[in-house]
Each structure stands twice: as C-alpha cells, then as structure tokens.
T-cell receptor, first 115, second 114 residues
Framework: KNQVEQSPQSLIILEGKNCTLQ??????????LRWYKQDTGRGPVSLTI?????NTKSNGRYTATLDADTKQSSLHITASQLSDSASYIC??????????????FGAGTQVVVTP | DTEVTQTPKHLVMGMTNKKSLKCEQH?????MYWYKQKAKKPPELMFV???????INESVPSRFSPECPNSSLLNLHLHALQPEDSALYLC?????????????FGPGTRLTVT
C-alpha cells in the first residue's frame, strides 16, 4: 500500500480560480514533506519543503500546509494560470536512524487550468 | 545554477542495442540519483551514488548499469532492454545523501525500446 495518498486524482479549474490539493501520509517516523510540480514529459520541480515543525510555507501563488499530528498536507494554488497545468506530487521523506531518507512519492494530482 | 542536464532528450533503441544516458550537474552536489517513471505513475528510485560510489541499488536488473565517472557526471548504460523498460528516466542530485537535502531533477530522457 502506498504510504502517500493524494486527492483528487485530477481536477479541472477555470483560469483565475483557486484550488486545493490534498495529501495524506502514513510514513513514520516523519522527516519532511515536499510538493513538486511536474509538467508532462519533464522532471519534477520543487515548490516547497516542510519539516514537522512548520505549519505553512509559501512559494509565490503556491501555499502548502502541514499537520504532522494528523499526517495531512495541502497545496493551495491561488489565482490559477494556464501555466499551472501540471501534475502536483506530494513526497514524504522518512526520519529515524534506520532510514537514509528515501523519498516516498504520491501518485500526483493532475491539474488542468482552462481559459 | 540549480540545473541538472540530461542527454539525450529522446532515445529509441532496439532490444539488442547498447546505449547510454548521461546526466550532469555543476552545483557541487555529492549525491546523484537515477529514477524511472512510467506514464501517470510516480518516479521509482533505481540507484543512488554518494561521493562517486554506488550507495543504493533498488534491485534493478543488470541490463541497467550505472556509472559515476566523476562528481559531476552520472551515466546509465543500457543493454538488452525489454519493451517494458520504455519510460522517462530522471536524474537528480542533492548536496549530500540524506533526508535533509533537496533533490533537483533533470528534465529526463524519454526512452522507447522497440
């Protein structure tokens, strides 16, 4: 079973609107959580990285939140643009002495922004 | 400069061919990674190099052979591949191996095995 689950699988939004993507994880112990943006056929690009002590982090129109108690994160996109069309991947790195920090990837949320 | 470059962008090869993928970074990073990504799936880790030595091999078939000639270069040698090996191959690098370090991904090589 995947230790990082994302929802929804896909969504379509109108240009200029906001949207929120969800990520639930069971990775334990936890070290950090990252959100990546991946355009089709390209490599992932980091948006944010948060440790368990950080509740929110912004990168331009992208704002990520983290609740380490409930093991949930969200990525909010404000005033969406056509260039936001991409797959958004939630990635969790395990903590603890037994883990070197291998990244656990979610399946991604495919976002399509329409004019 | 936070760029990881990969060549070629696209590669088509037959099952009896030998080819190589190349990855390069000039950020002074000491850890480099190969990932395989099938369509609409998340990347899967294949290999990790740390300080030019193979650190992690995720039980990858021997038809994939990684090589790290120096701290800036990472190669993936391909031989006798199968059609199911067709995928996007991503290279990444980080300052060091470990959970604290950001991984920077290259644009990938789209491999098609015929």
């Amino acid at each position: 079973k995947n230790q990082v689950e994302q929802s929804p699988q896909s969504l379509i939004i109108l240009e200029g609107k906001n949207c929120t993507l969800q990520c639930n994880y069971t990775v334990s112990p936890f070290s950090n959580l990252r959100w990546y943006k991946q355009d089709t056929g390209r490599g992932p690009v980091s948006l944010t990285i948060m440790t368990f002590s950080e509740n929110t982090k912004s990168n331009g129109r992208y704002t990520a939140t983290l609740d380490a108690d409930t093991k949930q994160s969200s990525l909010h996109i404000t005033a969406s643009q056509l260039s936001d069309s991409a797959s958004y991947i939630c990635v969790v790195s395990a903590g603890g002495t037994d883990s070197w920090g291998k990244l656990q990837f979610g399946a991604g949320t495919q976002v399509v922004v329409t004019p | 400069d936070t760029e990881v470059t990969q060549t070629p962008k696209h590669l088509v090869m037959g099952m009896t061919n030998k080819k190589s993928l190349k990855c390069e970074q000039h950020m002074g990073h000491r850890a480099m990674y190969w990932y395989k990504q099938k369509a609409k799936k998340p990347p899967e880790l294949m290999f990790v190099y740390s300080y030019e030595k193979l650190s992690i091999n995720e039980s990858v078939p021997s038809r994939f052979s990684p090589e790290c000639p120096n701290s800036s270069l990472l190669n993936l040698h391909l031989h006798a591949l199968q059609p199911e090996d067709s995928a996007l191959y991503l290279c990444a690098s980080s300052q060091d191996q470990g959970r604290r370090y950001e991984q920077y991904f290259g644009p990938g090589t789209r491999l098609t095995v015929t």
